[in-house]
């Protein structure tokens, strides 16, 4: 496995997504914050098909270019996949779920989620 940095492995995650078409794509820096990771990615994809190719696209980018193994949970229903990337978590989501939830309401700062995207 190379050693990555978590900002690298950052920019390699929104670049996959970027290629794959992913919308609303939103980085959250966790440092000090969550020992959990150092950032949170979320992104959405426009049917619960793209949801599950955008995951898997990642999923298999990270492997091959950094070696890493990813930990993966709700690929097969495709309404919300989480991504264990290690240093980076990703959650992709279809719009409506990603509304539901407001993810990035409870990580971002309050004066930055108050701001229209």
């Known amino acids: 496995m190379q050693n990555v940095s978590s900002e690298e492995l950052l920019e390699r995650i929104i670049a996959s997504l970027t290629d794959d078409k992913a919308e609303d794509i939103v980085q959250i820096d966790l440092r000090g914050k969550s020992s959990m990771a150092d950032y949170m990615v979320i992104a959405s994809g426009r049917s619960t098909r793209q949801v599950s190719a955008l995951s898997e696209k990642l999923v298999d980018r990270l492997k091959t270019v950094t070696g890493r193994r990813c ?25 409506e779920v990603r509304e ?18």
């Not at 709700?74 to 719009?95: C, M, N, Y």
């Open 71 to 95: 930990k993966v949970e709700g690929k097969d229903a495709g309404d919300w996949v989480l991504i264990d990337a290690g240093d980076v978590i990703v959650h992709v989501f279809r719009p």
């Open 100 to 117: 539901f939830y407001q993810l990035e309401k409870m990580w971002m700062p309050a004066d930055a989620a108050a701001k229209p995207q």
